[in-house]
């Protein structure tokens, strides 16, 4: 991801989405042990329009692969 982006979006394994989604945690670094790398194959890459950098976009064509 580094080298299309300084940032890593969150991407939890769906058997962690109940504990990131809780009430009952008080103290937010209890979520740390969830924020690991994703595997391998989870992200895919490919070109998109420059739509995408407008947040008042909100197109299917933001994300439809260019060719």
Known sequence: ???IHDRMPVILR???WDR????DIADPAELTPL??????????EHPVS???NDVRNN????ITPLR
């Open 59 to 62: 197109y299917a064509e933001c």
């Open 35 to 44: 924020l690991v790398p994703a595997t391998d194959g989870t992200l895919i």
């Open 50 to 52: 420059t739509l995408v």
């Open 20 to 23: 990131w989604l809780s009430r």
């Open 14 to 16: 769906r058997d962690s």
């Open 1 to 3: 991801m580094a080298a």
